[in-house]
């Protein structure tokens, strides 16, 4: 995880998510990810973060359209593990 933190964008984004309760939805991008991450390194950094989270299992990544070739681009902080139930008898 700390590759991942290099940028300072990344750190803030990372603190965003860390702060989150489970269920909260952090709009990490508005435009289109595809486009603007190749020209933008603290994108790039925030993209790999948010899709290393998702790969842990601790976000779900998601879209929203908002207009033609514009996204709101959502992680939403996954909840945590039911307890372990104990065997009755």
Do not use: W
């Not at 952090?26 to 486009?35: E, K, M, N, P």
């Not at 973060?49 to 939403?76: F, K, N, P, V």
């Amino acid at each position: 995880m700390k590759e991942l933190l290099q940028h300072p964008e990344a750190r803030r984004q990372y603190r965003l998510f860390q702060s989150m309760k489970p269920g909260a939805v952090l709009i990490y991008h508005v435009g289109h990810l595809a486009t603007d991450a190749p020209k933008r390194p603290d994108l790039q950094a925030v993209r790999a973060l948010m899709t290393a989270l998702h790969e842990r299992g601790l976000c779900r990544l998601s879209q929203r359209r908002i207009d033609d070739g514009c996204y709101h681009y959502l992680a939403t902080k996954a909840l945590p593990p039911a307890p372990a139930q104990q065997p009755q008898g």
